[in-house]
């Protein structure tokens, strides 16, 4: 079945359930709305984990090719409703341990940023951020910390935005590094208090409470590494493990960031496999662009059009262009073109 075709059926699929969903009783009736909802919710239930995914992407990309306002806002809930993001904590192996150490390595990270940021000069540049200097950069990931921190412990049910919550910013860049601990103490202690499976807005793809200690622990570990290169030139220790989680994490989420999704849908790559293999964990990532978006999987999939190798983090860092894909840490093979496209149009 090729991609278009798919594309055209989630489409339709898509807007026949946003139909049925906000159809008045003297338009359809009640209990045939139900009855048939019900029906291709238990069909869909039985897709694997991989295919789940895909639909959802494909049901986000729908969405976002709609206009802006009350029908895209109720195609980007088909997902939810049939059950499709649910899960996507184990898709991450993630459990109530992993919960509560995700919470842990926020705070690990945060303290390593904030003896970076200690001893520096604030008025330093961030080749990684352009425009910022360090003194920015303590702000930003500072004031996410707090923001998520808000958004967990109110569960808050529609987006908020940073400008309206308390952050309690220092005095001046000298105190910027305790004030970059306490926002994840903070942080921390209300995402491990949490049930993880309790529903909050979420930017991404996974709207639970679960979504937050992921999300601010790789804005952080990203922005750790800027304030490295900014201070030392290199980057310090980073576990695989967390790097592939990292990596999955902005795969995952990409389809729900609309700076990232509109252009993809505009690439006109339909059908081209972009592979992305970690050395250092020999794990896989298979990208196929097409029907508007892209799908991923973890395993070999599909023949690439193109590849590219390099341990973990480095993959990560080339994702956030933190690395240039030139960079000699790199290894390709296939149409080096559709790599460079893919990371023009996945620029933040």
Known sequence: MSEALLSALAEALAGLVTAVETSD???????????????????????????????????RAAALRAPEGAWRDELLRVSEGF???????????????????????VLDHTRRLAAVVRDADPATPVPGCPDWTLAD????????????EHLVRTRAATRVLAEDVPLDPPAGPAAYADWLVAGAERFAATARGADPDAPVWSPGADPHVRH??????????????????????????????????????????????????????????DGTVLRLVARDTGAVRTLVLGGGGFTWTRDTGAEPTAVVEADAGELLFLLHR???????????????GLLDDWLAATAL
Request: proline share 5%; with cysteine.
């Open 25 to 59: 009783e003297d338009v359809l009736d009640p209990d045939t709305a139900v009855k048939w909802l019900e029906s291709t919710g238990h069909t869909l239930a039985g897709l694997t984990e991989d295919d789940r995914r895909t639909l959802d992407g494909l049901f």
């Open 83 to 105: 059950g499709l993001t649910e899960g996507f904590g184990l898709a991450f192996g993630l459990t109530e341990d992993t919960h509560a150490a995700a919470c842990d390595a």
């Open 137 to 148: 950069l303590a702000r930003h990931v500072g004031t996410v910390h707090r923001w998520a």
């Open 212 to 269: 937050y200690p992921r999300h601010v622990l790789f804005e952080t570990l990203v922005h750790l590494a800027d304030a490295e290169l900014a201070v030392d030139g290199k980057t310090g220790p980073l576990d695989p493990a967390t790097a592939t989680a990292a990596v999955d994490h902005f795969l995952t989420d990409a389809p729900y960031i609309a700076r990232i999704a509109e252009p993809v849908s505009r690439l006109g790559r």
């Open 322 to 336: 933190r690395y240039g894909a030139d960079d000699p840490c790199f290894t390709h093979t296939g149409d080096r």
